[in-house]
T-cell receptor, first 113, second 113 residues
Framework: SAVISQKPSRDICQRGTSLTIQCQVDSQVTMMFWYRQQPGQSLTLIATANQGSEATYESGFVIDKFPISRPNLTFSTLTVSNMSPEDSSIYLC??????????FGAGTRLSVL | QKEVEQDPGPLSVPEGAIVSLNCTYSNSAFQYFMWYRQYSRKGPELLMY????GNKEDGRFTAQVDKSSKYISLFIRDSQPSDSATYLC?????????????FGQGTRLTINP
């Protein structure tokens, strides 16, 4: 399975600011996925990031709020923009390996005050 | 109705007990069926995955899929305190190489020594 590193592991941010989360993989992958896990809830897919093209967002998530970059086959960033307390969540990136089985990073725990 | 339903628990059992965790789903297009384990403040860790109906065993863990009933289960034998975690079922859908995961709510499991 791939080794996935996320930075930062946690952050506390002020309302109205933005935070960029980084995801680094130890192997080249075409697709990377970004999920959100709200407190006490399960994981919800935010978007799929394909290297060389625009990210594909799920219903309820928009590019202006969650811009994604995918500059190469081992790296992606997710920005949470103009944050509010409702954005307090764990943000996780995942990559497929061995077909369509996905492996996850440790996540970024975000608290917005 | 959610695509994937999972009893959130919490579930508390004594050490050594057999644990049964279950999910039901409504989308016949789901292809892979996975179980993830998530310890507190960690990312989801893939435990098992299956593609077809039937049983798959790995040590103390058995994953069972019944596509006709749209029902999957995870059995844990000889449960240990280290098995205490949240267990998430997940199912994949989409084109090969770009499948997204739909998660259940997660079941919080505690194994009491």
């Amino acid at each position: 399975s791939a080794v996935i590193s996320q930075k930062p592991s946690r952050d506390i941010c002020q309302r109205g600011t933005s935070l960029t989360i980084q995801c680094q993989v130890d192997s080249q992958v075409t697709m990377m996925f970004w999920y959100r896990q709200q407190p006490g809830q399960s994981l919800t897919l935010i978007a799929t990031a394909n290297q060389g093209s625009e990210a594909t967002y799920e219903s309820g998530f928009v590019i202006d709020k969650f811009p994604i970059s995918r500059p190469n086959l081992t790296f992606s960033t997710l920005t949470v923009s103009n944050m509010s307390p409702e954005d307090s969540s764990i943000y996780l990136c995942s990559v497929p390996s061995g077909g369509d089985i996905q492996y996850f990073g440790a996540g970024t725990r975000l608290s917005v005050l | 109705q959610k695509e994937v339903e999972q009893d959130p628990g919490p579930l508390s059992v004594p050490e050594g007990a057999i644990v049964s965790l279950n999910c039901t789903y409504s989308n016949s297009a789901f292809q892979y069926f996975m179980w993830y384990r998530q310890y507190s403040r960690k990312g989801p860790e893939l435990l098992m995955y299956t593609y077809s109906s039937g049983n798959k065993e790995d040590g103390r863990f058995t994953a069972q899929v019944d596509k006709s009933s749209k029902y999957i289960s995870l059995f844990i034998r000889d449960s240990q305190p280290s098995d205490s975690a949240t267990y998430l079922c997940a199912m994949s859908v989409g084109i090969q190489g770009a499948q997204k995961l739909v998660f259940g709510q997660g079941t919080r499991l505690t194994i009491n020594p």
